[in-house]
């Protein structure tokens, strides 16, 4: 008897054959099986079913137990046996599989299954459950789920009304713990085909000369009238009857459906989907440009600062037929460079000639990159020239970007030598003629001459190389250190040679006998997660050439070089050493640390062995290399782009030298000092003229109230402080109209002096990216709403329209991260020339994602300084550190996306 626990009713009798009987349930509560005589019967719980009956002992059945998976059975019989039965029962597809019929209607055969006990007989009255597990269809046209019992012949039998769309829709059928399953298609009642209209192109915002034309037919082919079809623009902002962007439409008797389109307000492809029940087909068409704007001339010209390009800008503008445009007006923009057109706007706008077109000229600003772009409607081109200091000489093709690193004067000055990756070059410093190339081994980081001019030391990979610039020929090969040789110097006698190495070791070399008489460093330290390669222990031997200064990590050690001793450990950097210098009168050392980082140089008394002094920076200026003038009288550092000339006398910035457009890693005078080398990662040597630059000329500034910082000049940085200052009351040299308050007023009055042609205003890049479009925007609707109708107010708001356009960029860009190569941290700078969602990824080069930086929603504007610009400290999403190697970053903007390479090397 089986009895219902909660109504403690019996719901099953069974009369055995024998008077001794054992009961057990399966694990899933759904079989029992009981002992009866000398048999094991077992029997379905829900409906009494009996499934099947195991027969084999000899005495009466004592005991019967499930295995814990329920698919054995397990017997004990007084005839001392215990028996295993084999319990699964199978189910099996008999007919119905892979069906295809119109979606919504139902399949012409029913999904039958035949359900077999261990002894693959047929098993008659056991529930099996039919289920729709995909497609949204209904059993017997009314439920997703059914139980039907099996007839005599073990078989079930469901009929599927397919789901509502065309797809794959699944039935599961089950008893137990076993499944099948069935799959039919539910395919579309239509056929919806393109007829004409795709892929036209015609001038944006017109309409298209060709409607979108499609015919809707039924499976037998047949044209299909009285449908109704959705036309939709999906992408482009079109307008479908020069009014919607959805609309619905009956075919005619041919089954065809109709719509034209008036493409959208931009340039670009336009989308429209044609849909019908879940057919859809895409007429994808290009709204173009009425205008093609064209460079004709004075692009990749170059100029001295503050001088006028010697050839017009300028372009011309063609109708969609390539025939000249006149008469329609073309915008020129500043929008890098801090040049002025026609010598006194940032922004101009002219009309095109006869001949469709349209010039102006560049007064270049105080910059080495100008850029100005032209424009008109969504069209536009860009023109670059190069700007340097009136002091530049020559500009000598040198090496690799990335990898130029050394320059060396000959003691006559009439040599100079450059060392990168790719070799060692010599040059006639009178014809600017490269005479000779030497070869090297993965990269040369550092060339010195002997103080004769005779010899020529430089690094080749983990050697050293002496060449004889008489008779050109390699004169010996120094070997010895255990890593790349990056900074070499001979003692003022030529009878040393020092070098320095990556890994740290400082070696001493008789040039004599070209052995090595001292070995030493080693310093952990520095190795300090390089910047780039090279300058990591820089070697300098005092004038007297009894010491030897080199870097060690964040400290300088001087060596005794005749005791072979250390004497004194200067300290004060917080990051690795990458430059040192002594003075010509050996009294003063200079060093700056890892570029990248530190901006700031050093001074040290050698014989307190005291910082006396330390030169800092702008922000974003690393200092990568130092260099005093042969009198003393001066000391040059490369900087980020540029060369700064400083007065040791007044302790004065004398000068700054500017035209590179990268890094400068080294920097030295010629022995008349005259002349300064500069080697930069943009891959170019410069020769200046500074014999000029180096006699500062003062000037007695005259006092202007809108030249709030008192620097001399009005200019961007004034504006930035009185921005800074804005609502402050009381006395504040940034309240320029002295009305008691720092407001908008004293903005405008400081932009209108800038915007005077007189003022000549300089837009410094660094006081440029401190400035935001929403900022500007701001003070811009303000000074609007305020009716300043002054010539010296409506000059400053219209400076701010200029400034407005000089912040946005035309385009977005993903620019060189810098840093680079790098460790641990770089900046990754960019242009957005339009709000947007800001994503950057990081990957390795195997495409695995490193790091995902969300940047979240961001305004228009040039993030391309440290304090904009997207920042990664070289962790992978764990905060761990990734390893050397390439990897490639992606910003993500709206639609935008761009990727660029990067290397860390450690």
């Known amino acids: 008897k089986l009895w219902d626990v909660e109504t403690k009713r019996n719901i099953y009798s069974k009369q055995g054959s024998g008077s001794y009987i054992r009961v057990a349930f399966s694990p899933d509560g759904e079989l029992f099986a009981y002992g009866d005589d000398f048999t094991v019967n077992l029997q379905d719980k829900s409906t009494g079913t009996h499934i099947t009956t195991f027969e084999g002992h000899e005495w009466i059945v004592t005991s019967v137990a499930f295995s814990p998976d329920g698919t054995l059975l397990a017997s004990g019989s007084g005839d001392g046996t215990v028996k295993l039965w084999n319990i699964n029962v199978t189910i099996q597809i008999i007919s119905g599989n892979g069906q295809e019929a119109p979606a919504n209607t139902q399949l012409t055969e029913p999904f039958v299954v035949e359900v077999r006990d261990s002894n693959d007989n047929p098993l008659p009255n056991v529930q099996v459950t039919f289920t729709v597990a995909r497609g949204e269809g209904l059993l017997s046209g009314e439920s997703t789920a059914v139980e039907v019992t099996t007839d005599a012949n073990g078989r079930a039998a469901q009929t599927l009304t397919l789901g509502p769309k065309p797809g794959i829709n699944t039935v599961v059928v089950s008893m137990r713990n076993k499944r099948v399953w069935f799959e039919a298609e539910g395919v579309s009642p239509y056929q919806l085909v393109k007829i004409s209209g795709d892929e036209q192109s015609d001038i944006f915002g017109t309409e298209l000369a060709n409607p979108f034309v499609v015919e809707v037919k039924d499976q037998d082919d047949n044209p299909l009238p009285d449908a109704q079809v959705t036309f939709k623009v999906i992408q482009g902002d079109g307008l479908l009857n020069g009014e919607s962007t959805t609309v619905e439409v009956t075919t005619d008797a041919n089954g065809r459906a109709a719509q034209t389109l008036t493409l959208g307000p931009k340039p670009g492809i336009n989308i429209v989907e044609v849909s019908m029940w879940n057919e859809s087909v895409w007429f994808e068409v290009e709204g173009v440009s009425p205008y093609q704007l064209v460079k004709i001339s004075g692009d990749e010209q170059q100029g001295t600062f503050g001088t006028t390009l010697a050839s017009p800008l300028v372009v011309e503008v063609r109708d969609p037929n390539n025939n000249p445009l006149p008469d329609v007006q073309v915008t020129f923009t500043v929008t890098e460079g801090e040049g002025l057109l026609n010598g006194e706007s940032i922004v101009v706008k002219v009309t095109t000639d006869a ?3 349209a010039a102006q000229t560049l007064t270049l600003g105080h910059a080495a990159t100008n850029t100005v772009d032209a424009s008109i409607g969504y069209e536009w081109v860009e023109f670059n020239a190069a700007g340097i200091s009136p002091e530049h000489i020559a500009t ?6 990335d990898n130029l690193i050394s320059v060396a004067f000959s003691p006559d ?17 009178a014809t600017k003629e490269n005479t000779i190339t030497l070869a090297v081994e993965r990269s040369g980081k550092s060339v010195a001459f002997s103080p004769d001019g005779i010899l020529l030391a430089f690094g080749t990979g983990t050697n050293i190389k002496l060449w004889n610039t008489m008779t050109n020929e390699n004169v010996a090969t120094l070997e010895g250190h255990g890593d790349d040789v990056i900074s070499i110097a001979f003692s003022p006698d030529g009878k040393t040679l020092a070098s320095g190495a990556w890994d740290g070791i400082v070696k001493l070399w008789d040039v004599a006998t070209k052995e090595n008489i001292a070995t030493f460093g080693g310093h952990i330290t520095a190795i300090l997660e390089g910047w780039f390669s090279g300058f990591h222990t820089p070697v300098s031997f005092s004038p007297d050439g009894t010491r030897l200064a080199f870097g060690a990590g964040i400290s300088i050690k001087l060596w005794d070089v005749t005791a072979n ?6 300290e004060g950097h917080e990051d690795g050493v990458i430059s040192i210098a002594f003075s010509p009168d050996g009294t003063l050392l200079a060093s700056t640390g890892r570029g990248s980082f530190e901006r700031e140089v050093k001074l040290w008394d050698v014989a307190t062995k005291e910082n006396t002094i330390t030169l800092e920076m702008d922000w974003g200026a690393g200092v990568a290399t130092v260099a005093f003038s042969p009198d003393g009288t001066t000391l040059a550092f490369g900087t980020e782009h540029s060369i700064k000339l400083w007065d040791m006398t007044t302790n004065g910035d004398i000068h700054t030298l500017e035209g590179h457009e990268d890094t400068v890693y080294s920097v030295v005078f010629s022995p008349d000092g005259n002349t300064l080398a500069s080697a930069s990662r943009d891959g170019t040597v410069k020769l200046w003229d500074v014999s000029s630059s180096i006699i500062p000329i003062v000037v007695p500034p005259e006092f202007l109230a809108e030249d709030v910082n008192g620097d001399g000049s009005v200019n961007i940085q004034d504006l930035v402080l009185v921005a800074a ?14 009305d008691g308050v720092v407001d908008i007023r004293d903005l405008v009055k400081v932009a209108g002096a800038l915007g005077n042609a007189a003022a000549a205003p300089s837009l410094n890049p660094q006081a440029l990216s401190t400035l935001t479009t929403a900022d500007v925007k701001q003070w811009l609707s303000e000074a609007q709403q305020m009716n300043l109708t002054d010539a010296a107010s409506q000059r400053g708001i219209q400076f701010l329209e200029q400034l407005l356009a000089a912040l946005t960029p035309k385009k977005t860009a993903l620019l060189a991260n810098f840093p680079n190569p790098f460790n641990p941290e770089t900046w990754i700078p960019y242009h957005l020339a339009k709000d947007a ?6 990957y390795a080069i195997d495409g695995q994602v490193v790091r995902k930086l969300a940047l979240g929603h961001q305004p228009a504007g040039m993030y391309q300084n440290r304090s904009r610009a997207a920042y990664w400290d070289g962790r992978n999403a764990f905060g761990e550190p990734v390893a050397s190697g390439v990897y490639f970053y992606t910003l993500t903007a709206g639609d935008f996306s761009a990727t660029r390479k990067m290397l860390i090397r450690k």
Request: proline content about 4%.
């Open 565 to 570: 001793e250390n004497v004194a450990i200067l």
């Open 413 to 429: 000055g009439n040599t100079l030598a450059s060392a990168d990756v790719t070799g060692v070059k010599l040059w006639d410093v």
């Open 837 to 842: 969602d800001i994503t950057l990824t990081i």
């Open 725 to 738: 200052n804005l609502g402050q009351a009381g006395q504040n040299t940034a309240d320029v109209n002295s």
């Open 355 to 357: 001949n469709g077109r």
């Open 396 to 401: 000598l093709p040198a090496g690799d970007p």
